[in-house]
């Protein structure tokens, strides 16, 4: 068992029908232990200047011609107890566009839009662990909630292209597994279910990492998934200008780094890039934090 758990972070949340989606799950294989726990602050920044539509990948956003998204973001994890976590997730994002003025004074728009997003909390509880000899199997359950905090708009026409949130209450439940060996070699799956108020799609979302995890060292190369359950396709039938409403598909993969650099402190970086997608950029986005833990 390896004493200190290396825990990453990056919180991306999905901004908008054309904006990228979040790299990654909030939710990892570790669990804290008891009294213990971590707080990692970290800058994320993804660019994009082509978008999934139906039935093919289109050069140029919509009216933006490209979207440049950063976000600042606190990530909190604390054990209740050796099988009960509490996760809190905080993004502050700054969405830009590259419309030319005509555009801006025509349409009367902005090219940029920021402000506190969605703040997110998670119960993971961890009822399993099952030991065979060198290695182990954990099973993890997780239930979260996802709204909003600040009075950021969405109903906007053209402009929500670069909303910093789609303005809706989302409660996510998580299933998860996570194989992992003695020499630090791990493989977790897991699938999540995102129930949304007002008028934005459910959606699925799951997601598969392989990794090591050591005491100077953690590293892992993960594929994400999401599929909405309803919705429309932008500029297609029943599309109204409404962009929250459509649905939003990617297929996302990245990979992620960290090590300690001062006994508590450690730090982190990652890249991720969207391969496949339906209503959204094909944005490739980069990451770097800062963690300590307790």
């Given at each position: 068992?390896?004493?200190k758990q290396?825990l990453?972070?990056?919180?991306?949340?999905t901004l908008?029908?054309v904006?990228?989606?979040f790299?990654?799950?909030?939710?990892s294989?570790?669990?804290?232990?008891?009294g213990?726990g971590?707080?990692?602050?970290?800058f994320?920044?993804e660019k994009?200047?082509?978008?999934?539509?139906?039935p093919?990948?289109?050069?140029?956003?919509p009216?933006?011609n490209?979207?440049?998204?950063?976000?600042?973001?606190?990530y909190?994890t604390?054990?209740?107890?050796?099988q009960?976590d509490?996760?809190?997730?905080?993004?502050y994002i700054?969405?830009?566009?590259n419309?030319?003025?005509e555009?801006l004074?025509?349409?009367?728009?902005?090219?940029?839009?920021?402000?506190?997003?969605?703040?997110?909390?998670?119960?993971?509880?961890?009822?399993?662990?099952?030991?065979?000899?060198s290695?182990s199997?954990?099973?993890?359950g997780a239930l979260?909630?996802?709204?909003?905090?600040?009075?950021?708009?969405?109903?906007?026409?053209?402009?929500?292209?670069?909303?910093i949130?789609?303005?809706s209450?989302?409660?996510?439940?998580t299933?998860m597994a996570m194989?992992r060996?003695n020499?630090?070699?791990?493989?977790?799956?897991?699938l999540a279910?995102n129930?949304a108020?007002?008028e934005v799609?459910?959606s699925?979302?799951?997601?598969?990492k392989?990794?090591?995890?050591?005491?100077l060292?953690?590293?892992?190369?993960?594929?994400a998934?999401q599929k909405?359950?309803?919705?429309v396709?932008?500029?297609?039938?029943?599309?109204a200008?409404?962009?929250?409403?459509?649905?939003v598909?990617?297929t996302?993969?990245?990979?992620?780094?960290?090590?300690?650099?001062?006994?508590?402190l450690?730090?982190?970086?990652?890249a991720?890039?969207l391969?496949?997608g339906?209503n959204?950029g094909?944005?490739?986005?980069y990451?770097?934090?800062?963690?300590?833990?307790?």
């Amino acid at each position: 068992m390896i004493k200190k758990q290396l825990l990453l972070v990056l919180a991306v949340t999905t901004l908008g029908c054309v904006s990228t989606a979040f790299s990654q799950s909030p939710i990892s294989g570790f669990m804290q232990g008891k009294g213990k726990g971590s707080v990692s602050l970290s800058f994320s920044a993804e660019k994009y200047d082509e978008v999934y539509f139906i039935p093919e990948k289109v050069n140029g956003v919509p009216v933006f011609n490209e979207t440049e998204v950063y976000s600042k973001s606190i990530y909190a994890t604390y054990g209740i107890s050796d099988q009960v976590d509490v996760v809190v997730v905080l993004p502050y994002i700054t969405a830009k566009g590259n419309a030319t003025r005509e555009v801006l004074t025509n349409l009367n728009l902005e090219n940029e839009r920021k402000g506190l997003q969605d703040v997110s909390v998670f119960v993971k509880y961890s009822p399993f662990n099952f030991d065979f000899g060198s290695s182990s199997l954990r099973l993890i359950g997780a239930l979260g909630l996802k709204t909003p905090l600040s009075n950021y708009k969405v109903e906007e026409g053209f402009q929500s292209i670069i909303a910093i949130g789609n303005r809706s209450t989302t409660v996510s439940t998580t299933g998860m597994a996570m194989f992992r060996t003695n020499s630090g070699v791990f493989a977790s799956a897991q699938l999540a279910g995102n129930y949304a108020s007002n008028e934005v799609p459910n959606s699925y979302a799951t997601e598969l990492k392989v990794g090591y995890a050591a005491r100077l060292f953690y590293g892992d190369a993960f594929i994400a998934n999401q599929k909405s359950t309803g919705g429309v396709d932008i500029f297609g039938e029943g599309f109204a200008g409404f962009f929250p409403i459509t649905k939003v598909n990617y297929t996302k993969v990245g990979l992620n780094l960290y090590t300690p650099v001062y006994k508590d402190l450690g730090v982190s970086a990652g890249a991720s890039t969207l391969v496949a997608g339906r209503n959204i950029g094909k944005a490739t986005g980069y990451y770097g934090g800062v963690t300590y833990k307790f």
